[in-house]
């Protein structure tokens, strides 16, 4: 047996798609607005200063407390199945075919959260290991209900749903430093590979 666990913003996508989502929940000018106002975190972040994990947690308290679940998976749907397809590079499509061609087991890990990359997943039958949001009485909370899936975390989510002993062989694919650890589990690793 075979597995290939691919990054999906960057690697598999031209874009971010928290962003993207981001910009399609709350409109053009809530988005402008709140990154404005989240401005010194995020220079804070690419400083080092703020973890990746507390980064995402500021976004999505900012953008997203409060916010009743029903309604957000309805968006998060929408954005999934009509929003994604677009952002699809060519050559990460050709290699997921390819391994599902082969019989390969597909799984995606992404520091996005699983909600809005869910129905694209099960469209395209590839299983997921994403972030993942608390939700308190049917309400987003702005926690996280473990760690932002980045990094090492990756490598910890992983290990918690598949025992690798059992492949015989592991491809892994990435564009980041979230990447790098997960890339390590592999005994085949393609970083940054399907540029056009």
């Known amino acids: 047996m075979k597995i290939a666990f691919f990054d999906f913003d960057g690697t598999i996508t031209k874009d971010d798609s928290t962003a993207k989502f981001i910009r399609y929940f709350v409109g053009d000018i809530a988005f402008i607005k709140g990154i404005i106002l989240l401005l010194p975190m995020l220079i804070a972040y690419k400083l080092k200063i703020v973890t990746n994990n507390e980064i995402k947690r500021r976004l999505i308290t900012y953008f997203f407390k409060g916010i009743d679940i029903i309604y957000f998976k309805k968006k998060a749907k ?11 590079r ?13 019989g390969d087991e597909l799984v995606i890990v ?6 809005w990359l869910l129905p694209w997943c099960e469209k395209n039958k590839i299983s997921l290991l994403a972030t993942e949001l608390e939700i308190l009485n049917n309400k987003i909370t702005g926690n996280l209900i473990s ?10 989510r992983i290990l918690e749903s598949y025992d690798l002993l059992k492949y015989d062989y592991i491809y892994a694919y990435g564009n980041s430093r979230g990447d790098y650890e997960m890339l390590e589990l592999a005994n ?9």
């Open 78 to 88: 929408e954005f999934s199945l009509s929003m994604l397809d677009p952002l699809i």
């Open 90 to 102: 060519e050559k990460a499509l050709d290699r997921i075919n390819w391994h599902k061609s082969n």
């Open 110 to 115: 992404s520091a996005s959260i699983n909600l």
């Open 147 to 156: 760690k932002n899936c980045y990094g090492p975390e990756k490598v910890t």
């Open 188 to 196: 085949e690793k393609f970083y940054k590979p399907f540029r056009q």
